[in-house]
């Protein structure tokens, strides 16, 4: 059976909730005769660039074997990129393109992002690559200023468009839920339409005060603990105090919980500029998709360290 993240997946750009402004400009580009074939989708992860790139790709005519797609965090090195210009040179199975969807571009190597400048450049004709990524700086420049929609974001969804997305779900599913459950759940999803589906199919069975408290524990974990941390690194807490809060947060996601801390250090940044907020952020600049929450407490503890110092 699959997920509702599957089952719910968007297929046209009408079915995409939010970006209408870069679908627009998307839908537009793809139009030209002498569209571009180079592409990148940046923006926070779960907020649909894979989607988006996937519709491209439809769009563009490419179906079946014509259409490959790669997670680079996962196959990052020079084979692969080898691999992929193997492939490129041969003309498309089924239909007019080819498209290669590269997820996680930004994981790439040095070596991979040197053997594929030349192809990303200048591609084969009918061949199109779609870049996603959530840290397009870790890219080469001459790779990226090659790229069509390179000025704009993925956004995350706005609070009405994710209450819109659950709603949507909950009526295809026949699920009932009161208003205030569908609130905590957007409050939870922080504007992360994936965040929102994943969390949909754990809890849309529940009812009630079982459904009720399993949100409220949700809020804590992902919403309430990650900006209590964020603020007691801000306010300069002892280690003990920061040790606390990070035993409430085991079983998080640590690159949720690291996305939700560097928007908040952005915005405490911005409204009072200081070596000590900007040290903070930075401490969180790496993903810890790897790392995990062991990635987490080291860049907490970096942070405390630093003010004791």
Request: hydrophobic share 40%.
């Amino acid at each position: 059976m699959p997920s509702l993240a599957d089952k719910y997946r968007p297929k046209t750009f009408a079915e995409v909730v939010g970006n209408d402004d870069l679908k627009s400009i998307i839908g537009r580009t793809l139009k030209k005769a002498d569209k571009p074939q180079t592409y990148i989708l940046q923006g926070e992860r779960g907020c649909g660039k894979t989607t988006l790139a996937r519709i491209m790709a439809a769009e563009l005519g490419a179906t079946g074997r014509d259409l490959k797609e790669l997670n680079i965090s996962d196959m990052r090195g020079i084979d692969t990129a080898r691999s992929i210009i193997e492939n490129i040179n041969y003309m498309p199975v089924e239909g007019g393109s080819k498209v290669i969807i590269l997820n996680e571009a930004h994981q790439a190597t040095k070596d991979f992002q040197n053997a594929m400048l030349e192809k990303l450049e200048e591609p084969p004709p009918n061949v199109y690559f779609i870049i996603c990524t959530t840290d397009p700086q870790k890219l080469l420049t001459t790779i990226r200023s090659r790229c069509a929609l390179r000025k704009f974001f993925v956004k995350p969804l706005k609070r009405r468009e994710i209450q819109e997305l659950i709603e949507r779900v909950l009526r295809g599913e026949e699920a009932e839920w009161k208003e205030r459950h569908v609130v905590k759940m957007v409050k939870v999803a922080e504007g992360n339409p994936r965040e929102a589906l994943l969390l949909l199919d754990n809890l849309i069975d529940l009812k009630g005060s079982r459904l009720t408290r399993a949100l409220d524990e949700l809020m804590s974990t992902t919403v309430e603990l990650p900006i209590s941390l964020a603020r007691a690194l801000n306010n300069s807490a002892p280690w003990k105090e920061v040790a606390e809060i990070l035993k409430g947060l085991e079983g998080g996601d640590a690159e949720d919980i690291r996305w939700m801390m560097i928007t908040y250090m952005r915005k405490v940044l911005l409204g009072n500029p200081s070596g000590e907020k900007a040290f903070i952020l930075e401490c969180f600049e790496d993903s810890f998709r790897d790392s995990g929450l062991a990635g987490l407490t080291l860049a907490c503890y970096r942070a405390v360290h630093f003010f004791e110092d």
